[in-house]
């Protein structure tokens, strides 16, 4: 690749400042960028806080490159924070890195660097990007390393913004990474990485929730697969597909929860078995290039560490699509992300609305 200007987005952690170091070392123009994303006040917090901004500057003065801060809270609270709360709101379980990549990453970064006539943005995730010399399309791979791959939380990339980003940590393993930080000189070589929602602190997602949640509509009842009342709940935004702590009662065997229903204001509980599902609906759909017709086979992943499986996919004229898996799965959840792979390339995805037996 002859020289370029680059923008990396600069978190703080090992993956961008690696990523900047390795730009620059092969003779870009790099310029780093920092998202400041939410106001922690004085907690510890992800990775846009106010240490986390202070060790990408720190770390891009060390490599040499100008840094510089973004400020999209307010989008930020508006398209992830409140999609977060809503859809615990509605009995589902969001995903909300998926959003952040979608639209803060690799939409209103993305144009914040064209802005500033870059040829690319860079990030620090582990995927990989090719481009087919027949067809010249791009295509979004799985990273060489399985358990750092993160192409699942990139399904919503599209042919614009793959020709625009390069992810040169795709075809390295973590541990490689910290290796080229450590020979680089990085101070954030062996930082530890952040782990859950970057916007939650405290006591989790619950705690945060609160705030947000109207009492009124919290009590109602847990009831079993006849739909029996067998207990009471203080929110369904407190239940996941799935759990099988907390359910506040006892029956002798283990019990979990199988459907959660924001109408009602209801959990149902089952056994295990009522946990299977061999279908799914899908919605707000995403491809990588054109969208199929009618069939496609693939295998899918119904959740990050979920392995991907065999499934057909049928896409209909409403822009749903219905997924039906040879082998049911455990623990199908609404609001989670669906991903279509052939091979080690992401097809598409989408978000699961509902599972059910066909």
Not at 313 to 323: C, E, F, L, M, Q
């Amino acid at each position: 690749m002859t020289r370029k200007r680059i923008v990396v987005a600069m978190s703080g952690g090992v993956d961008s400042a690696t990523t900047a170091a390795l730009l620059k070392s092969q003779g870009h123009e790099v310029i780093g960028m920092t998202m400041q994303l939410w106001d922690y006040g004085e907690s510890e917090g992800g990775c846009c806080s106010a240490d986390e901004v202070c060790d990408a500057r720190r770390v891009a003065y060390e490599i040499g490159i100008p840094h510089y801060v973004v400020n999209y809270m307010d989008s930020f609270r508006e398209l992830v924070v409140s999609d977060f709360v809503s859809k615990y709101d509605s009995g589902e379980t969001p995903i909300p890195c998926v959003l952040c990549n979608q639209f803060m990453k690799f939409d209103f970064l993305l144009k914040r660097a064209l802005e500033l006539d870059a040829d690319f943005l860079a990030t620090g995730h582990y995927a990989r990007i090719s481009r087919s010399a027949e067809t010249g399309e791009y295509s979004l791979g799985r990273a060489v390393d399985p358990t750092k791959d993160q192409s699942y939380f990139l399904f919503t990339l599209g042919q614009r913004e793959l020709q625009r980003l390069i992810f040169p940590l795709g075809d390295k393993t973590k541990t490689e990474v910290r290796e080229i930080a450590k020979k680089m000189g990085l101070r954030v070589a062996t930082k530890a990485e952040s782990m859950g929602v970057c916007f939650i602190t405290g006591d989790g997602y619950r705690e945060f929730l609160e705030p947000y949640l109207d009492r009124g509509k919290r009590e109602g009842d847990i009831v079993d697969m006849e739909g029996n009342p067998v207990a009471r709940h203080r929110g369904i935004a407190s239940f996941t597909i799935g759990q099988r702590r907390g359910l506040g009662f006892a029956k002798g065997k283990p019990m979990y929860v199988v459907g959660i229903d924001a109408e009602r204001n209801e959990v149902r509980v089952g056994e295990e078995k009522n946990l299977y599902s061999n279908a799914l609906t899908a919605q707000n759909l995403s491809w990588v290039s054109e969208p199929p017709e009618g069939e496609i086979e693939v295998r899918s992943k119904i959740r990050y560490r979920h392995g991907a499986v065999p499934s057909r996919v049928t896409v209909s004229n409403d822009g749903k699509a219905t997924v039906n898996f040879p082998e049911p799965q455990k623990a199908v959840t609404p609001g989670q992300a669906i991903v279509f792979y052939r091979d080690e390339t992401v097809v598409g995805g989408g978000w699961i609305k509902e599972a059910h037996m066909q």
